[in-house]
């Protein structure tokens, strides 16, 4: 075999939203398309604010010299403290940039804190429905993951997070706004898994990490704002990316934060400034940092967002269809009709339809659909959910 074995597993095990995407290649060539509704990737249809297009147009018609040139591992200066200075708004608490690493997408940061953080065989609890790729970069760094269900709301279960905790519990991933559920945790809630986890770490005599991975933080509807994890547990760590609150996922442009009350903190940044070089990303794309150091207040039009999830939630559960109405994110994460998803996500197949089943997340008897697409792509899809309903005696 010329790949090793651990890698042909994972290929095995690999992601059901690239291979749904796929399927919708072959499709849009037959059909065409417009008469594909393809919910499979969460790649932003809506470009990026204007802001960002008149960032860019001043690195092109006015270079900095030596813009190009190395820098920190950390990333420059400039973008840490403009990070460091909105966080520090949101959360209360004095960061500067030395709480601050620049990486390549919440992706690479989450690597860099799980190799800073880990030793082998050390665990990492996760929350199903999760996404899919938090398996493999546990695995990465010799972690073991241990799986502790949400709620049948999708909130956090704090009595299976406390079950999945043993001596050798090193973090815990948090991901809200929620891929793929959209559910948004509340303030109380992380206030009481931070006392959970104080106590559980005084018991063992351990540290125990949150990292919560927040790529969807502006993206809330309804009036409800993403809590700052950092005014409620300690021990915390923030990774995120720019790739959906300013819709640049190909620029691979994010950071990751650690909260100011965490013990021995300049030995932390220290590590994880190491990590980011070993890793190979070495440092963040020194044009994307530049660009966004004066964004960090800046987003997407929201509404436009909220706008579909409304199209698709009313006319979805109207047809009979059941979930958790999404408070962030674009994600709905129905019921599927049938126990079995990956059936049901081959039936709406004949309808040109594209999901993604729930055991891709973790979580089998659901179905994953993104809505960060095009809109007229939405309403067109609606009469072939309607037969889709029909199918399954829905409606």
Partial sequence: MGISKKVAENLKRSSWIRAMFEEGEKLRKVYGPENVYDFTLGNPDIEPPDAFKEELKKAALSPA??????????????????????LSEESGLDLTEENIVMTVGAGGALNVVLKTLLNPGEEVIIIPPYFVEYNFYIDNHGGIVKAAPAKEDFQLDLGTIEAAITPKTKAIIINSP??????VYDGATLENLGKLLKKKEAELGTEIYVISDEPYAKISYDG???PNVFKHIDNSIIVTSHSKDLALPGERIGYLAVSPRVKNLSLVME???FSNRILGFVNAPALMQ??????QRESVDIALYQEKRDILYNNLTEMGFKMVKPAGAFYLFPVSPIPDDVEFVKAAQKYNILLVPGAGFGKPGYFRMTYCIDKQIILN??????ELAKEFSLS
Avoid: C, D, W
């Fill in 381 to 386: 899809s609606l009469p072939a959910f309607r």
């Fill in 224 to 226: 409800i704002k993403v």
């Fill in 65 to 86: 010299p030596g813009m190009h040139r190395y820098m920190s591992n950390a990333g420059y200066s400039k973008t840490r403290q403009a990070v460091a200075e909105v």
């Fill in 271 to 273: 590590g994880m400034t």
């Fill in 178 to 183: 929620n891929n793929p559920t959209g559910v």
């Fill in 290 to 295: 530049q660009l966004v150091t004066g964004l």
